[in-house]
């Protein structure tokens, strides 16, 4: 299998590209940037399988040149309401599978709209296969697998360890920096009460995770919130949270809202924050607060004709090692590759995780990685639920 890597040497990709070298039935993998010296002293540092090439994706010629001599396209290059839909045109039109790490909601909604085309050219492409989207939509999936029927599903993380790694060939606002001002300005969409609503982003929201204290949690426009209803038809409630210090992102989004601060600017001034307050910081991405998990999904509904809850998270909290979010984000996309490879996804078309991958096929994969080894956790998840939780206070 040949595989293009877009965006390969950046602080994401660089993660997927060095753990798909570690599978059988990869014959080469091309790393394409825009920076054409970075991606070439990138691939040059790796085995012979490896080469560089600089591309910029909005050469749609171009693109499609060179998409029409690969099998599968891995898309790290953001911010993807800008790259995520024309990229992934290119792709089922040269007829390449796909997958990426768009982690908007609205080019998702664009994007998820060219399954048809996508099936009819007998593609899959996966998009959102990060770590949120990806690693939540995979834990929320286990928590809907505990129960007898769901209406509502949360994914969430904390702000602390939200911050990209240095690593990148951008310039100018960090493509994560101007995701996360388009999420918390203006209005998302999430489901509510069986619709599809938009409502003001940072508004916070009460989430008990099970065998934990009632704890609030903020609204972050996300992916998750449609997808899931997408592919489950029966979820009446979905929304993505972020917990920890929203103080700042208010202020910001405050003087975005209002005209005074160009959203390019404000992503800027993140930058600039996380540097300064943040950088010295060594983080460990995996290690949660005192009563919402780092990295979760959770979902609500019945159990053997009660109300029940389960929620879902990474059993490697407790760790001190440190875990990058390019590590937690290249890393589940290469695993959705090695899915691929294995045709363990069947489906044809365009999907969210949820609505292609099972979740034991996916935690068998990623269990395998350096990412999961390294963090020196047999279980690797830890599943709580409400009717277990309630028979231990009770008992």
């Known amino acids: 299998m040949k595989v293009l890597a877009l965006g390969g ?27 054409e010296d970075a991606a070439n002293s990138y691939a040059n540092s790796l085995p012979d399988k490896v080469v560089g090439i600089g591309l910029d994706v909005t050469d749609r010629s171009k693109l499609t040149e060179v998409m029409l001599n690969v099998d599968v396209v891995l898309n790290t290059v953001g911010p993807f309401f800008k790259y995520g839909p024309p990229v992934l045109e290119a792709a089922i039109e040269s007829g390449c599978h796909y997958l990426d790490i768009n982690d908007d909601w609205e080019p998702t909604l664009d994007m998820l709209k060219m399954h048809e085309r996508a099936k009819e050219k007998g593609i899959t492409a996966i998009i959102g296969m990060g770590a949120s989207p990806g690693l939540t939509n995979m834990l929320a999936r286990v928590a809907m697998q505990q129960l007898d029927t769901v209406d509502t599903v949360y994914t969430g993380w904390s702000l ?53 204290k009632p704890t609030k949690s903020h609204i972050f426009g996300h992916p998750e919130a449609v997808t899931f209803p997408h592919h489950f038809k029966e979820i009446k409630n979905s929304t993505n949270l972020a917990h920890g210090d929203v103080s700042v992102l208010k202020i910001i989004a405050f003087f975005v809202n209002l005209k005074i601060l160009p959203a390019y600017q404000a992503a800027k001034l993140i930058g600039y924050l996380e540097r300064k307050i943040g950088g010295s910081q060594q983080k460990n991405v995996l290690r949660g607060g005192r009563n919402l998990p780092a990295v979760y999904g ?69 269990r395998d990685t350096d990412l999961a080894k390294d963090l020196g956790n047999d279980d690797l998840i830890n599943i709580s639920n409400s009717w277990q939780t309630n028979s231990q206070e009770t008992g």
């Open 9 to 35: 040497s950046g602080g994401m990709g660089r993660y997927a590209v060095e753990t798909a070298l570690t599978f059988d039935g990869i014959e080469q993998i091309i790393v394409a940037d825009i920076n």
């Open 160 to 212: 602390e360890g939200a911050s990209p790694d240095a690593e990148s060939s951008q310039t100018g606002a960090n493509a994560a920096m101007e995701h996360g001002i388009l999420q918390v300005t203006g209005k998302v969409m999430i489901r509510q009460n069986g619709k599809d609503e938009m409502v003001k982003p940072l508004k916070e929201v009460e989430v008990t995770f099970p065998g934990s």
């Open 298 to 366: 959770m979902a609500m509904g019945t159990k053997n004709g009660e109300k029940a809850s389960a929620g879902v998270n990474f059993s490697t909290e407790e760790k001190t090692s440190s875990t990058s979010m390019g590590e937690v984000t290249g890393i589940p996309l290469a695993c959705g590759l090695k899915l691929l490879l294995d045709g363990k996804i069947k489906d044809r078309g365009v999907f969210a995780p949820e609505g292609a991958i099972e979740p034991n096929d996916f935690f068998d994969v990623f």
